[in-house]
């Protein structure tokens, strides 16, 4: 298993260190037991399985404070289903939520389309 340093390591995940130091400041690269405040930060081959995971639920649509309820499942043996089980509930909510919006905009556009209407009724008497 290799080390990298916090810039290897964004070579490696075309991430920049800003990012992959908020990532671990979130807790989404797991326990970061053993390192004191300031010391060279160490990284290795399971951080960037972790990396590459946040990155493919990121595609999916999750929030980085979706993928923090998740991410550890991913890489707890026997636990990987129900990760995916909660990726499910929490793509079937963002579906709900976007159902929602979308029937709101609706009205708007119809209301918006209702206003134009009598205020070029409204022009055409001038």
Not at 52 to 60: C, E, R, S
């Amino acid at each position: 298993m290799s080390d990298y340093k916090i810039g290897e390591l964004a070579k490696l995940t075309n991430l920049t260190t800003r990012t992959i130091r908020y990532y671990e400041e979130l807790g989404l690269l797991g326990t970061r037991d053993g390192r004191c405040q300031g010391q060279t930060r160490y990284f290795d081959n399971n951080d960037i399985e972790r990396l590459k995971k946040i990155h493919q639920l990121k595609g999916l649509g999750l929030s980085l404070e979706e993928i923090a309820q998740v991410i550890d499942l991913y890489f707890t043996d026997g636990r990987i289903l129900e990760g995916k089980r909660k990726v499910i509930e929490i793509l079937s909510t963002h579906v709900s939520s976007t159902e929602k919006k979308i029937i709101e905009l609706t009205a708007f556009k119809k209301e918006s389309e209702e206003n134009i209407a009598r205020i070029k009724a409204i022009m055409k008497e001038y």
